[in-house]
């Protein structure tokens, strides 16, 4: 009888994760813009993962596995929203965004600053001018 329970936890926590994976992988074909599909492409796949994880445990049952698989699920956790935060800058740098879909541009005025000193060091470079404009000969 608990061999028949662990097998169907197992099986719900399978269909769980491929639910989760096939939202993400929805969510990656279907969003209009970078920001959205990166949201799908971390969120839904940690769950995933975790389900999957919950069925391996279920159906192994061997207290030497669990630490490993904490260390998968938790190393997960860490790196999918750091993989998106590039992702997300990259693509706001590269201009690989619709403006029109973000209510609130907090970025925008810091690399518009950023791009005007790197243009300014640029030709500062060529002139032999200091960074800030000052042309002045002795």
């Not at 445990?57 to 790196?79: D, F, G, H, I």
């Not at 609130?104 to 200091?130: C, F, N, P, W, Y």
């Amino acid at each position: 009888m608990s061999e028949t329970i662990f097998h169907v936890i197992a099986a719900f926590c399978v269909i769980g994760g491929a639910l989760m994976s096939l939202a993400a992988a929805i969510g990656l074909l279907r969003f209009p813009d970078l920001m959205s599909r990166m949201h799908a492409a971390t969120k839904p796949q940690v769950l995933g993962l975790w389900f999957f994880l919950a069925a391996i445990a279920a159906e192994m049952r061997s207290w030497t596995l669990l630490p490993v698989l904490l260390a998968c699920w938790v190393l997960q956790l860490l790196t999918a929203p750091v993989a998106a935060h590039m992702v997300g800058r990259a693509g706001y740098r590269t201009k690989y965004l619709r403006k029109e879909l973000l209510s609130i541009d907090e970025l925008d005025d810091v690399v518009e600053h950023a791009a005007r000193e790197q243009e300014l060091g640029d030709k500062a470079k060529t002139t032999g001018a200091s960074p800030e404009g000052d042309t002045r000969t002795e």
